[in-house]
């Protein structure tokens, strides 16, 4: 059975580890060269090619985005669409919000790093807020190992440090775990002062659903036609229901459905969050792609969604 590993938790076998990770490491960019290219002016014309083909012009009042996070060749395109709508002057720090696909925990995480390295430029992570939240007692920490074994977070890296680096942008990345309703509404509570402060700008890391065998995942209501129609129909209801705002209804959906959208948790606390947001947001989910177009149950493919998330200006002072 696992268990939490990390800030002296137990491992798999149920054995208590002391964290052998020192605080202030820079997390390398262990994905560049193979989920993406390690050569940074390559990755940066790739990157300016696909935000210049959104068609988007960069809003200021667009505080969130959900964007994919598979390999570029893969989910580059579809990420482009929400990105491109981030204005770098207007923001202060970023919050980046990703899923744990290797390490199991019912919490969320914070690293140890100080800095979020990229081929691009490295990002910056603010430890000030980072141990705002460690203060908090609610979250575990994390060393270099879990750190850099995930990709949710890294693969949005990229594309934060391409369009900031020119501003003085800092970064507070946090690995969200298998999370219970409570828990969702708790961690949501806690960032809920972060997301009202309009310096702030959220970028949540999810793919939506990944159908094929080889991810035990393979509903088909024929009623929509081809298998690719009936997965585009499942996602676009979920999709739907993000953008009411309501977490209790995504969260149902993905309970009745079972559909596998790995970043199901990041976006429950965005949607926690704007819940408890003085002005209520609007969602809006602005281009969906798939890896493939599946015909028969031999097929698979992973679907890719990116949205925006528009809140009216605050007037309530900057968090420090």
Same mark, same amino acid.
């Given at each position: ?37 390690? +050569?940074?002016?390559?990755? &940066? ?19 969130? $985005? ?5 390999? =570029? %060749? =893969?989910? &580059? %395109? ?50 000030? $807020? ?5 203060? /908090? ?5 994390? *060393? ?13 890296? !990229? ?20 999370? +219970?309703?409570?828990?969702?509404? %708790?961690? *949501? ?29 393979? !509903? ?23 953008? /009411? ?7 149902? =959906? ?9 970043? %199901? ?33 031999? +097929? ?17 002072? !900057?968090? /420090?």
């Amino acid at each position: 059975m696992w268990a939490a590993v990390g800030g002296g938790t137990k491992t798999r076998a149920g054995s208590k580890i002391k964290e052998s990770t020192p605080p202030g490491y820079t997390r390398h960019a262990s994905h560049a060269g193979s989920w993406y290219t390690d +050569d940074a002016e390559d990755l &940066g014309e790739e990157i300016e090619a696909w935000l210049a083909a959104s068609g988007v012009t960069p809003d200021a009042a667009v505080r969130a $985005v959900i964007a994919p996070h598979a390999g =570029y %060749r =893969y989910s &580059g %395109r579809c990420a482009a669409y929400a990105f491109a709508h981030l204005h770098a002057p207007s923001i202060r720090r970023i919050f980046l919000l990703g899923p744990s696909h290797h390490h199991y925990t019912r919490k969320c995480v914070l690293p140890r790093a100080t800095s979020f390295h990229t081929p691009v430029a490295p990002l910056p992570i603010d430890t000030q $807020v980072i141990s705002e939240l460690r203060a /908090t007692g609610e979250f575990e920490e994390m *060393g270099r190992h879990v750190d850099e074994a995930e990709h949710s977070l890294e693969m949005h890296a !990229p594309f934060l440090a391409h369009l900031c680096k020119d501003h003085n942008v800092l970064l507070v990345p946090i690995m969200v775990g298998s999370l +219970d309703a409570a828990a969702e509404a %708790r961690y *949501g509570g806690i960032l809920s002062r972060y997301f009202s402060d309009s310096s702030n700008f959220f970028s949540i890391s999810s793919d939506f659903c990944h159908w094929g065998s080889r991810f035990r995942f393979t !509903p088909y209501d024929k009623a929509h036609g081809p298998i690719h129609k009936a997965i585009e129909a499942m996602d676009r209801e979920g999709m739907a229901l993000i953008e /009411t705002g309501k977490a209790k209804a995504f969260r149902d =959906y993905i309970e009745r459905t079972g559909n596998t959208v790995c970043g %199901r948790h990041p976006i429950g606390l965005l949607l926690q969050m704007a819940e408890l947001s003085p002005s209520p947001p609007s969602i809006r989910f602005v281009q969906y792609e798939q890896s493939s177009h599946c015909h028969s149950m031999r +097929d698979s493919s992973v679907s890719y969604a990116s949205a925006v998330v528009t809140l009216a200006p605050s007037t309530r002072a !900057p968090s /420090t």
